[in-house]
């Protein structure tokens, strides 16, 4: 672990010294080969599709960045947007979202709660999203049918050209929700049944999106659910199961395996796709790493959530989830978010801190997290991210 902290810390002084190289330098202009993000995902990625279909989100979301709900599941900033600031290109807007959406550099896919594999139930009876990652592809195609129409790049179009699809960068950073979704229910090996289909699936995306022009692909694998403190407290096991950091480690493994078998998957895409790039990219490493030392990394709270009802030591009760009031006990209790959620990895217990989401997004742009090694600095000026 000693060797991963001195990963991470190198992979971010790698960064910063390349940001301020960038800063000193005579460059004028940010220049990418890149000019578009595509993301598929769940609520680890979304910037607004789920409340532009359901809405409507209240705070505290959004409160560090935004300064009000801004339809991601954070206090600010998520991965996503992190990369398209480093690529130089704006916020990426929702796919869903009809009013003041540009998809001239890339479109967002992702919704809360989404799942890989299609869900066989409602989002009104279990609240899971009906746009899975195979309706978010079918979005992608019908965008890119529109590119191929006479009207579509007349003034004042809002889509890209068609022939940016080819000189994108594919984001899929989902799956969570297929790990998690039915886990206290039928526990780990229950779970382990389906996931083959999960990546089985991501894998058919991808092969999908290459057929359209799509040459490069990034894949964030799982994060360490068993420190997040919604499945802490939502989960079973009993205190064997938990390490010296306050983590599940039976859960752990089995994001671990699962992540091995994403991996193993993706070598043979790439190894199927001569022209393109299929990039695993290793978040959980360095999500668990924040989680066990977060002093390490300017943060102070590790598997404790800032957005909350106190009453347990990971402030989080699945009856009253951030933002809301509900009464327990014949008193109001009200989900509250903390001063200062720049000290803490977890939001609200289930998501990342916009504080947490910028430093994993710093240990992606280092390279140290790839595999197969992608070298970003020769497609792109990376551009600072504040």
Known sequence: MKKMSCNLKSGVALVMALVIMGMMGSLSESKCEFEAIFNFGDSNSDTGGFWAAFPAQGPPYGMTYFKKPSGRASDGRLIIDFLAEAIGVPFLSPYLQSIGSNFRHGANFATLASTVLQPYTSLFVSGVSPFYLAIQLNQLKQLNFLTHQPHSHRGGTKLPHHSVLKKSLYVFYIGQNDFTGNLAAIGIKGVQQYLPDVVDQIAYAIKEINGMGGRTFMVLNIAPIGCYPAFLEELPHDESDVDQFGCLISYNNAVV??????????????????????????????????????????????????????????????????????????????????????????????????????????????????????????????????
Request: charged share 20%; with cysteine.
């Open 257 to 386: 395996e699962y992540n091995t078998m994403l991996k193993d998957t993706l070598f043979q895409v790439k190894k199927q796709l001569s022209n393109a790039d299929v990039i695993y990219v290793d978040i959980h490493s360095v999500m668990l790493e924040l989680f066990q030392h977060p002093t390490h990394h300017g943060l102070r709270h590790g598997p404790t959530a800032c957005c909350g009802v106190e009453g347990n030591k990971h402030k989080f009760n699945p009856k009253v989830f951030c933002g809301n009031t509900k009464v327990l006990d014949g008193r109001n209790v009200t989900a509250q978010a903390c001063s200062d959620p720049h000290n803490y990895v977890s939001w609200d217990g289930i998501h990342a801190t916009e504080a947490a989401n910028k430093i994993v997004t710093e240990a992606i742009l280092s390279g140290s997290y790839f595999d197969p090694p992608f070298d970003f600095h020769k497609f792109c000026d990376i551009q600072p991210i504040g």
